[in-house]
């Protein structure tokens, strides 16, 4: 019988994004792809270093031990790679080193996989790589250029805390359009003038409505055990203020989904919030606001909308 991967959150990441690759990286721009070859060989037993993005990973993982039949997991982690299967097999074996319960891959050598994103039913694919993360975005996929950030990780705390964006990311850039253009006056009266009308989706607005089916199941556990708490919380964190606030929550309403917080910043620094909220991972699409954020948090670029299409000469 087929393998199913239509009812669960499926995440696709490139070894860059889970695994420190900078020693790895160096020896290939400076030795070339032999040299590459042989020295992956050489350190194959010797697992990577952890990367960005490894917490995020392994705590999604960790979720589908709320599923009821272990054959049937909440969360699918699908490693898709640049590297040949040979060289990528230190990349398998460090995954099994980490004890992440990831079991399927794709190997294309020196070919980015993000063509595979809707075979594989992918709502988020993770790389360091920018130029592939651009071509999967200008393909319409969801993606993200995971930042050079800081990730410190306490191991005895359990919880998954996600942070967005919310223009760019979760919605489309419609509303950032008319900031582009009107400025803050004319973007205020826009979303009260649109206030019942809902944002087009953004890249990760489906990651998004995947995610709060993980915590539907949450509540499903949590009913039928009675000392459980919830390790899944998902915040929104934006720039926008009152009263393009309320078009926002409206927008998430309409797709069925909520945020356990909401922080409308009207221009204070994400990076202030985000050193206390302390997501294992956060989204935006513009690269000022991941300057603090990166600083502080994990951080994820989603190179979309108006704010990154190359500026007129």
Request: no cysteine; glycine share 6%; proline share 6%.
């Amino acid at each position: 019988m087929p393998y199913e991967l239509d009812n669960r959150l499926v995440i696709g990441v490139a070894s860059s994004a889970v695994f420190d690759l900078s020693a790895s990286d160096a020896v290939f721009k400076s030795q070339g792809e032999e040299e590459y070859r042989k020295f992956q060989e050489r350190k194959l037993d010797e697992p990577l270093p952890k990367g960005i993005a490894f917490p995020f990973i392994k705590r999604l993982l960790s979720l589908n031990d709320l599923s009821a039949d272990p054959e049937d997991p909440l969360v699918e982690v699908v490693l898709l790679s640049k590297n040949d299967p040979d060289t990528g097999l230190r990349v398998m074996r460090t995954i099994d080193h980490y004890g992440l319960g990831m079991t399927r891959a794709i190997f294309m050598q020196g070919k980015s996989p993000y063509e595979y994103i809707p075979a594989l039913n992918i709502a988020l694919f993770l790389s360091a790589d920018k130029t592939d993360v651009d071509a999967a975005i200008k393909a319409g996929y969801p993606a993200g250029q995971v930042m050079d950030s800081k990730a410190d990780d306490d191991e005895a705390d359990d919880t998954l805390r996600i942070a967005f964006d919310f223009d760019g990311v979760l919605a489309g850039d419609e509303s950032e359009s008319v900031m582009q253009t009107s400025g803050l006056e004319g973007f205020h009266a826009h979303e009260v003038k649109n206030v019942a009308q809902p944002h087009n989706p953004g890249p990760l607005k489906e990651f998004f409505v995947r995610i709060a089916k993980i915590q539907s199941e949450e509540e499903k556990y949590k009913a039928q055990n009675a000392d459980y708490k919830n390790r899944l919380r998902v915040s929104i964190v934006t720039a926008r203020s009152a009263p393009s606030h309320e078009r926002a929550l409206n927008t998430l309403k309409s797709w069925g989904v909520m945020a356990n917080d909401a922080f409308f910043l009207g221009g204070i620094e994400k990076g202030r919030v985000l050193a206390v909220l302390k997501p294992h991972i956060f989204f935006d699409d513009q690269s000022g606001h991941l300057k603090a954020a990166s600083a502080v948090v994990p951080s994820v670029h989603i190179p979309f909308g108006v704010t990154n299409q190359p500026k007129a000469q």
